[in-house]
């Protein structure tokens, strides 16, 4: 697998970047600040955003033959079955 990591897709510098700090924002509120509830909150955000743009994503990349599921797994640096499992959980989100 630490094979496949270096070849996986990279979000642009500037999306990795804003994750990060949500990443960092909701540990400081949990450990720091005492803050369960908010960070709750804000998963729950966060599950309407994978919610909405997750299905969409999977769905274009398994409508058309341009990639394969090995070049998929690839990209996403984890097994053909995890990629697999990965999409459809993603167009569930969606049902």
């Known amino acids: 697998m630490d094979d496949m990591a270096g070849l996986a897709v990279k979000p642009p510098e500037d999306l990795a970047g804003l994750l990060t700090q949500v990443r ?3 540990d400081r509120l949990l450990l720091d600040e005492d803050q369960p509830v908010t960070v709750l909150k804000a998963a729950d955000k966060l599950e309407e955003i994978v919610a909405r743009v997750g299905p969409t994503a999977a769905r274009l990349l398994t409508r058309g033959e ?3 599921m090995p070049e998929i ?3 996403l640096a984890m097994t053909e079955k ?4 990965r999409l459809t959980h993603y167009e569930h989100l969606d049902s």
Do not use: G, K
């Open 66 to 68: 341009e990639e394969t």
């Open 73 to 75: 797994a690839e990209a």
């Open 24 to 26: 960092e924002r909701l």
């Open 82 to 85: 995890a990629a697999r499992a």
